[in-house]
Nanobody, 123 residues
């Protein structure tokens, strides 16, 4: 069982930046960020494997960067040039242990979830 606690959300104007953090209670092979806006389905934002391979949603490529600190069991999401459409609740997620590298990029493999942190971008 892995517990995840997010922080770093807030309100910014379009074009601004935020950095989300997620502290895990234990080590997770694969970690990622998902988001859900009101009235919309949850979507994958960025995922990172134990070997630090990454994948991003097309809508955030070039603006968001996912990274992790293996020693501190912490996941980050640097969000630059934020847009109003980035407004959502952002969730940190992790898989169980011993997940093959390629399975890190399958959304259904993510079993552990944080409570979420709100990001609001105004025009």
């Amino acid at each position: 069982q892995v517990q995840l606690v997010e922080s770093g959300g807030g309100s910014v104007q379009a074009g601004g930046s935020l950095r989300l953090s997620c502290v895990a209670s234990g080590y997770a092979d694969c970690m990622g960020w998902f988001r859900q806006a009101p009235g919309k389905e949850r979507e994958r934002v960025a995922l990172i494997s134990e070997l630090e391979s990454t994948t991003y949603a097309d809508s955030v490529k070039g603006r968001f960067t996912i990274s992790r600190d293996h020693v501190a069991n912490t996941l980050f999401l640097q969000m630059n040039n934020l847009k109003t459409e980035d407004t959502a609740m952002y969730y940190c997620a992790a898989t169980e242990r011993n997940v093959p590298e390629r399975q890190c990029f399958v959304s259904g493999m993510y079993k552990y979830w944080g409570q979420g942190t709100q990001v609001t971008v105004s025009s």
